[in-house]
């Protein structure tokens, strides 16, 4: 069993290795955030100039609508143009009336046309008493004491979670 003294000097020894991932995971960051102040006028300025060009060209097919009889559509530098018929949207006042006239009109084609849903709602669940989840056929599992390592800081721990998470020693070894 290790020492109080030999705890402390690991938890220092894995804390300081850590802020390097963090040092380094923040300046990455911050490399991002500049990259993106710098891009991000120019960009702005493109997708304006785009929806401007959209614009002028879906009003200029649209009073030429007779150049898209046959073909209905035409490609002009990788941007296909012209008329598509739209698959449309089904909508209904009230999906309660819908389900009732189903049942009604075609109670056997039910099944496929109502879906329904039923599973235990789990974070209702867990406010229910030992007695009633036993009741229901539930077990806590999962309980008791666990070992924690969780750094103070919270936002950059995010990132370097999911960093780690996400890589494996060997790759990161390996950079």
């Given at each position: 069993m290790a020492s109080l003294a030999e705890l402390e000097k690991l938890t220092?020894?894995?804390?300081?290795?850590?802020?390097?991932?963090?040092?380094?995971?923040?300046?990455?960051?911050?490399?991002?955030?500049?990259?993106?102040?710098?891009?991000?006028?120019?960009?702005?300025?493109?997708?304006?100039?785009?929806?401007?060009?959209h614009s002028l060209l879906e009003v200029a097919v649209q009073a030429s609508l007779e150049i898209f009889v046959r073909p209905r559509t035409v490609i002009f530098h990788?941007?296909?143009?012209?008329?598509?018929?739209?698959?449309g949207k089904l909508k209904w006042e009230s999906k309660e009336q819908v389900i009732r006239l189903i049942k009604k009109y075609f109670p056997k084609q039910q099944d496929i046309l109502i879906q329904i849903t039923e599973k235990p709602v789990e974070s209702s669940?867990?406010?229910?008493?030992?007695?009633?989840?036993?009741?229901?056929?539930?077990?806590?599992?999962?309980?008791?004491?666990?070992?924690?390592?969780?750094?103070?800081?919270?936002?950059?721990?995010?990132?370097?979670?999911?960093?780690?998470?996400?890589?494996d020693i060997e790759e990161l070894e390996a950079a």
């Open positions: 220092r020894e894995y804390s300081d290795v850590r802020n390097v991932v963090v040092k380094r995971m923040q300046a990455l960051e911050d490399e991002i955030a500049a990259c993106k102040r710098k891009h991000l006028a120019g960009i702005k300025r493109a997708v304006a100039a785009t929806i401007e060009k990788g941007v296909k143009i012209g008329l598509q018929k739209r698959k669940l867990k406010y229910l008493s030992d007695i009633k989840l036993k009741k229901l056929g539930i077990s806590i599992t999962d309980t008791g004491d666990a070992v924690i390592i969780k750094a103070a800081d919270a936002e950059i721990d995010k990132l370097v979670n999911a960093y780690l998470r996400d890589n």
